[in-house]
Structure formats: structure tokens, C-alpha cells
């Protein structure tokens, strides 16, 4: 049962992180498929990084500075599709989807260029950022996930930065007509998802294990927050409800074998496909009454009136 | 000059890419006065008031506010200066409150944490003063259409607003709605405010400015004192020529019935109520009917239900004594009925086909043009080329032009020619000339007459009350779904319609005045 | 008159579409060229970028043998995702239509031991199954069939892995090898294999046969529905506005469907051309990342501008310098590097909008200049007004 807790607490709060990214993202009106990439960038960056931290470093250094450079480097690769959609008006999917594939085949190019041992492996150690808790053994993923919830949900609802952010995803238009620079704005919300996803992709390697063959990427974690930020609709609390959700199936698909679900004889892979079964039951119901945000996807035009 | 101006655009010119928008206009506005902006579609009336605004900068030229130069290079530095519009367009965010929209991009705020508090109690203030009567907290798109524009005011008002701009505010407003916002625009002149109201409806101009500028196709044509003008004279400032007012038609000599409509009902999901509620007519052959109304009241919903874009709640249609109620829209098309339709880029065109394939639209898959499911160009080709002849349709590269590059009126010429061309029995046309300019406006009533003349049966609907009474044979008046009145043009009076269209009387039944 | 302008004017966009292309490869070219100097100057002309440019002709002709067998199933992907942009739609759905292709062709090979052709039959439908599925929800539910598509990539996937593995006893699995049965292996399922008429001995290869050709033959198909016939014109019309394809009568719903659909059966057809051809078999204790194959589908229509015979040749590329990479020297460089250029290509094709204008304005300068806008003057046009009657 603890072993359900901290697998799905570990799971559930990547996909939180990333979906947060995709949702400030769409808020403010660009589609983002890329998160799957930024996330492989995020969790290299950040792994790389810890490798090359000196060893006697205090924990919370080694943890700070690692976030940091994979939020840093997220951030940077958004831009790449922040130009291509704000600048350039570049079909959001396409970019977003090349973005996915260049990501995966740069982080390969640089694991390989620092392994020891000539794959894509890296090997690293994830002491400084495991805890334990009565019990339940955690990492400070959880706990900053959390944090970062709430700051997402205030900065979202209560600042003049939500407000405007969300008019621009809404209603470019007006946000425009009232003096607001859609297009900085639109750079804002692709940057969040950026150190967002960074920080999620980062949170899916590190904690379990202690080497990472990236030649995997993430293994759809990416896919599946956008998943998650839909059935969230949006909004950050439904986001972290949903997240959970769907990380209780992954959790499943791992400790399945060791509870009283061992009696179905069912596979990982069953486990697997369930949240993405999930979501197509659950959209079909709430597709009708999709809150997604009115303006996203399609680049904003000065000139159009 | 000692004139008492506020603003004043000199020698404006804004181009955009292959058009100049604005051509040299000068504009001056007084303290106090309500300034009417007149000219045709086109004309370049918003492209002046959004340089004004600051949404657009323009190539030459310069503003003054009270004899002094500036910079107006967005919004932000409009507001600095006391200067706001409202669109014609809302620029409104439909899942915001009022409240929330009407403080966007000038919130109150601690260290960027929102501070609505003092604002409510500013909008309640401003809302009670000049009577314009809002609930803070409702969401966008839960109000009402005269609603929004109140919010649209209240922005500005907000803002602390001297200067005010209206781009064609009464498009969307009831007659009622419209006198009231007369009357909130007296009150904002009494309080020393100027207003610049742009618009092409001459009603309107004469009852309440006090001058008036005409542009036409980009170019300043002058400026005249209401008092001092009349109707015809800004007409003609407006379109450079006499304007035919009148059609020129034989009277009608109607023959059978060709479109049979009874009870028909139409339910809306979203809005939980019924669009359309039981109505009944019928369209002879060789007679022009109109649904006239004001927009909003049913008939596009009417349209979509006759044509089969969507499904009736209840109701019978028969076209030419054969029962089409549940006909697909390839069966009706079959059956004899073509459709002009209300949005050309929406339904009407598919913009980014070439105009060949367009003209086949509705008959790619007859014998004639298709064998064996391959289609056979050469004839598509000569179709075309012989529409585009007949119907002077003009484009860049003939039937192989891209839709998208033509212009709006000969994009509806080429529907036109489609939909004309096919010799329906029931020939649906829907604002037909909206957006278009006198010369092709005159050639498309033209050739509605001639299908009449011809025997055909055409429904016609039209927002344009000139239209109406021109073209028509008989006006059937829609009010909130319903049939609210039978008209013919020869012994009605624009005035009469417009209090049906406003739901102010209904025949057979006598009601109160909103 | 009007003859001459149409074949200039469509003439003039294939140019610039080319041009627009060339000039993605030639700046992802470029990068790579950086990125294989800064990993190691001294190795990046001779060992690493003149490798990715020779592609398979470093080591002719097994090398362009394994090219053209790569290909194949690159076109077809290709087209699966060409033929539904030219709809309206993004079949990011590939990679999972190319997996239950994949298993339709396996299955009928090794456990109904039927002939090649019936086997590649099946993996289409199958194939067409899977990506009608989105264009079910697209049509009825109005889902996005971005999303959809890439739920049910992974449903595929697991499904596929599943059926197939079965815990390490699936009858279609080999154990020691981790992969599914080798068809060449076994005389009994040789029937499923693909013709090569002799290419395999030409190549000196083992998996090189008529599929290239089989692809190339279908990329034509493809390209005369979409242009020549009723049906394309309809697909086509649904893509560019739902709303006037409803308008005319065209049964919107049906087309999304039925786009989907066959864009599902170009992949799954692929799929079959590949595990046919034996070019490899399938690992079903993958379930970490779906097949390449799909997402590559993606680069070559994109590069091709969704021009079916187009994509014949952007499929050749990418499969050339992919090719090219796996022949890098490992002790210097990674074979991922030619993912990276193909990487950047699409990247920079996003927004090949913006070349395509700027070559089209450099090139055509003296294009038409017509006033498209000219309204008829009133004196021109004979039937219309009568003035001052």
C-alpha cells in the first residue's frame, strides 16, 4: 500500500508539473505537443549537471543547482517554439511535434558525448534528493510539485499577470485593444511551460533510479500530461486530481504483481493502456464543454482585426 | 483658425500591402460635439479611428490633442490622452466577468496581486451615472448583446475617457436599444465629452450629430453641418453619383406555389429556447418574399433548417409539392433549391480551391463533369470560363485564380453565377450584397429580379430595409422566431417595419412597448 | 490566354515548394556539419559528414540495398501523413497504425501462414482500423485528432506488445532472440515473405525486394485520387472548410472518417512492407517508444509539401542519410546525429511558409501583377444597371 502511495506521489506529481506547463502555455494561446521533448531536455540538462556538481557538495546545493539548470535549459529550448509560433506563426503541431523529435536526438548526441561507457547511458546518484517520511520514501519533487500548484494556481487566478495571460489566450484581440503585448505575453506562458516541463522531465528520471538510458526519451510521459492538462481542464487543481489519477494506473502497472491484483494475471501493459483509456472515455463525455482556451493554436496577427 | 478642436488628424495616409487605406484625410473634432464618420464599406472610417486609437500607425501625417502634437503609438498611449472606442467587433473575453473585463490592462493592483475591490465600487459609480445598467459579475456570455456593449462603454468610461469613439455601434441593436444609446450619447455630451461615431446608416447621422465627415474609398470628401444638410446630399458625398434608390421592376405575376413552409419550430441547445417558432408561409413562382428583421431574430436559423444545415424540432417544408423535411442538402439541391448563403467564406466558398472548382461545387458529381469517379477538367474548365464571361466575374488568373486573392464582391458574383446558373426553382438568397459596393450591389439586385422575372420562386433575407422594400414582392416581418407581420412594400413604410422588427407590434395582437 | 497562366502559376508554387525544401536540408545539413565539429574536429569531414551525404553508398551495394528497404515503409508513412494534411487533417497517429499493421502482417505470417499479399491486405485494414478510430471522435465528438491519435498510439502499442508477448509464452514470440519468429528462418513461413526478384543478390542483401517499387506504385495511386477523382475532390474540400464541403452536400462526417481511415491503411500497408521484407522483427518488450518509422512519416510529408510523388523522393532522402549515419564511425560520433539533422529539417519546414515566400518573391518578381480587387465600373458591365431610366 505505501509502495501504491509512493509510486503514485513519484508519477502523479511529473505529470502535474508538466501538465502546469502545458496549461500556462495554452493559456496564453500556443499549443505545446513539445513537452514530451522538453521534459528529455529538462532530464538531461538536469542529470548532466548533477554528474558534474563536486562531490562534497551539500545536499540542497546539488538540488538547487540541478533544478535550476534543467529549468534554464527548458526554458531555452521553448524558445525554439515560441519563435517559430509567435514570430514566424508556425502551425503550432508541427513545431511542437518536430521539436519532440530534435529533442530526443540531441539529448542521445550529448549522453553519449559525456558517457563513460560510449551508450546513452548516464550514471548519476540521487541520494541528495530522496527523503523519507513515517515511512514512505519520497523525493523533493513531491513536495516542490506542490508548491509549485499552489504558486501556478495564484499567479494564474489572482495576479494582473493571469489575468492578461489568459485574456491572450482567450480573446488575443482584446487583450491587444487594452494595450497588452500579446506577443510577450505569449513568450511568458511558452517560457513557463518550458522550466515546467524541465523541471517534470527531471523529476521522472531522477528519483527511481540511478542511471538513465535516454535513448528511450520519456517514454510518453509528455503525451500523457497533455492528457492530463485536457482532463484537467485547464485548471490547476483539476490538473493535480487528474494527475493523480492516471499515476494510480502507472503505479499499477508496476506493483501490480505484489498486491491482490496479482490474481488477474494481468500484465504491465494492461496497466499501461488504462489511463490512456481513461482519457478517451472521459473526453468523449466532456468534449462538448471543453473549456479550452478559444484563441489557442492559431497565431496571433497584428493586422487582423 | 480659432476653433475650439480637441483632436485633430492631419493629412493621415496608412497603407497596407497593395492598398491605401487612408489617402491624405484630415478630421477635426470639437470639443463637445457628436462628429459622425460616414462612407461605405471600405471607405477606410475604422482604419482612421484604429490610427487614432493607437492600434495602427500610419505612414504620414500627425495627430494633435488641444493644438498639440503626439504620439499615439498604441492603445496605452490613447487612453494616456483621454481617447477610447468601442469596437464594432466586442473585443470582450467571453469566460471573464464584466468586471474583469472592463479593468483588463489597467488593473488595480498590489505588487501585480489584483485589487478588485476599489474598482467595483468605481464601475457600480460610473454605471449608475450614466444609467447604463450592468451586473459586475456576470460572465460575458451570458449577456445580452446590448449588454456587452454597455461594458464596452463602461471601459472607457473607466478610463476616464474625454474622447470617445463608436465604430458602428447600432449594427447590432434593437430600434429601442438604439434611441437609448442616442440618449446616453446626449448625456456624454452634456458632460463635455466629444464623441467620433462612425457609421453608414443616414438615419442615425441626422438625429443626433453635429457634423459629419464622408470618406470614400480612402479619400476625405468633406465635412458638413447637419443642420445644413440633408440626406441626399451626404449620400451622394458618400458614393460619388446619384444613388438609384429605387429597383426598377415590372410588378409580379405569381404563379403556383413553390415553397410550402408550415409550423416549422427550431429548438437552440446552448440558449435553451426555441430560434424559430411555428412558422408558416409560402413563396410563389415569380414572386420575390423577404424574412426582414433585425439580426438575431430567427432567420438564420429558418435558412440553416430550410436548406438542411440543420435539423427542424418540428414542421413540414415541401418544395414544389414534394416533402423535403427530412431531405439531405444534396437531395434538396436535387430537388430544385439553391442557397446564397449569409457567410461566403463560411459556407459559400471553399477559399483555397480555385475558382473553377468552386463553380462545380454543387455539381462535381454530375455526368457531366465527372466520369467514373474521375473528374473530367476540360469540362469543368469550359463551365467555368462560361460563368465568369456571363456573370463578369473578375479574378487574377481566371478559373485557375485561388479564391482566397478576390475580392468580396466577386466572390459573391461567382455564387451568384452558381447558384443562378443551375435554374432552381427556389433560388434562397441571404444579405446577398452585404459588404459589397454600390456597382456590384446594383448588378446582384439586378439578377435576382431576372430569376423572378424568369418564374422562379426567391427568398429573399435582408438586413438592409432598402433593400427590402426595393427588391421584395412581399416582406414578412421576423421578430424573436416568429412571423410577426405581412407586408407589401407598396403600402408599408420603413417606419411601420421597424416597429414590428422591434417586437413593439405584432399583427393580430396589439402589445405594449417594451 | 487562360491555359498558359494556369501551368505558370502552378508551375512557379512546385518550384518554390522544391526550392523551399532544398533549402531546409541545406540549412540542417549545415548544423549537423557544426555539431559533428564540435563533438570532434579532426573525424568531421572525411569520417562524419562525408559518411551521413554517401548514405548507403559507403558500403555499396549493401548499403543502398538496406536504403531502398528503408524507404518503403518511409513513403508510405509518408504518405499516410501527407494524404491527411491534404485533408485537413495530422495523422500524428502513424506510428500506432504502423504497429497494428505491423501485428496484422505478423500474425498472418506466422500463425496463419498465409501468403505475402494477403498479409500485407490485412496489416492496410488493420492499419485503416486504427486511424478511423480518431476520425470517429474527430467526427462525432469534435476531438482534436492530434490527441486522440497519440492515446491511442500508445493503446496500440501495449495491445500489440501484449498479444504478442503474452508473458514470454505468446506463440508468435521467440525467446531466445527477444523478437518475434524470423521469417526467413523458417521454410514454412517463407511464403509471407515479399518478392525481391533478385534484388537481394543484386544488393547482397537479405531484405531488399520489390517493396520499394510496390511503395512508389502506391504514392502514384495516391496522388491520382487526390487530384483526378470526385473522391479527392471531396476529401480535399472537407479539409479546406468543413462548413462549404457541408454546404455542397458532402457528408463531412463520413469524409473525416474515411481520410483517417485510408491514411491508417498507408501506414499499416507500410508496416507489412517492412516486416515482409524481414528487414527486422518486432520487439514486443519495447514499450517505451513507438516505431520511429511513424514519427519519420511526419519529416517526409512535410518536406515533400504533401505532394504524394513528392514524398517518394523526401522518404529516399531521410532514409539516405539515416543510412549515412548508421555508418558514422561509432568511436567518434553517435548514428543519432543524422535524427538530429532529420530533426532540424521539420523544424525548419514548420515554418517553410515563410521561405516559400520569400523564394517565391526573389524568383518571380515579374509575376502577374494584376489588381485582383478591380471591381467592374459601372459603364463595363452591359447587363447590369439601368441608369437614369
Redesign the interface.
Known sequence: MLLLIKYTLLYGIVLMMVALGGMFSEHSGIINIALEGIMVIGGVAGVLTLTMLPAGMPAYLVVLISILAAALAGMVYSLLLAFASINLKADQTIGGTALNLLATAIAVVIAKYFSTSGSAKLNYSNKAFLFTVGGLEMSVFVPLGFVLLVISFILLY????G??L??CG??P????????NVYKMRYAGVLLSGALGAIGGMAYIVPPVQTWNFEVGVAGAGFLALAVMIFGQWKPFHICGAAMFFAVFKSLANIADSTFLAQLHWSSNIYNMMPFVASMVILAFTSKNS?AP?AEGIPYDK?S? | MAEDFVIEMLHITKE?P??KANDDITLQLRKGEVHALLGENGAGK?TLM?VL?G?YQPEQGKILKNGKEVAIR???DA?ALGIG?V?Q?F??????SVL??II????P?KM???QKAEARKKVVALSEKYGLRVDPDALISDISVGMQQRVEIL?MLYRDNEILIFDEPTAVLTPQEIDELMEIMRGFKKEGKSILFITHKLNEIMAVADRCTVLRKGKYMGTVDIQNTTKEELSRLMVGRDV?LQV?KKPADPGKVVLDVEGVTMHNDQRKKDSVKDVSFQVHAGEIVCLAGIEGNGQTEFIYGL?G?EKLSSGKITLSGKDITRA????R?KDGMS?I?EDRH????????TLE?NMV??R??QPEF?KG???R?DKV?EYS?KLIAQY?V????????IVR???G??QQKAIIAREIDRDPDLLVAVQPTRGL?V??I??IH?QIVAERDKGKAVLLVSLELDEVMNLSDRILVMYEGEIVGEFDPKTTTVQELGLYMAGARKQGKESENK | M?KK??SH??LNSSITSVLAALLCILIGLLVGFLVLLAINPAHAWGDGFVRILKGGFHDAPYGVGKELANAAPLIMTGLSVAFAFKTGLFNIGAAGQYTLGAFGALYCAIMLKLPWFVCLLVATILGGIWGAIPGFFKAYFNINEVITSIMFNWIGLYLVNELIYQNGTGPMYDVRNTRTLNLSKDPALSKALIPDLGLNKLFQTNSTTIAIFLAAVVAILVWVVLN????G?EL??VG??K????????NEKKNIILSMAIAGALAGFGAGLFYLSNVSQWNPLNSTSLPAMGFNGISVALLASSNPIGTIFSALFISHISVGGSFLSTKYYPTEISDLISGIIIYLCAFSMLFRGKIHALLFKNA?K?N???????A??K?????G?
Open positions: 489572482k495576479t494582473r499577470f489575468l492578461r489568459r485574456a482567450e480573446h484581440q482584446a487583450a491587444d485593444s487594452v494595450g497588452i473549456m478559444k493586422g482585426r | 497596407f497593395g492598398i475604422s484604429s486609437f492600434l498604441n492603445p496605452n487612453n472606442m469596437h467587433h473585443k470582450l473575453v467571453e469566460c471573464f474583469d473585463n483588463l490592462g489597467v488593473e493592483n501585480g496581486f489584483l471601459k438609384q426598377n436548406t444545415l439531405s442538402i444534396r437531395q439541391s442557397h448563403p463560411k459556407h459559400g466558398l471553399v477559399l483555397d480551391y472548382n461545387l454543387q462535381y458529381w465527372q469517379g474521375f473528374i477538367s474548365r470560363d463578369d473578375r479574378s487574377g488568373q481566371g478559373s485557375s485564380t486573392s478576390m475580392s464582391g466577386n459596393d456597382g456590384a446594383e448588378y439586378s | 487562360n497562366k494556369l502559376g502552378s483526378r477523382t470526385t473522391f475532390y480535399k474540400a479546406l472548410n462548413n462549404a464541403a457541408r454546404y455542397a452536400g458532402i502577374d494584376t485582383v480587387n478591380a471591381e467592374p465600373s459601372p463595363e458591365a447587363t447590369t444597371k439601368k441608369e431610366e
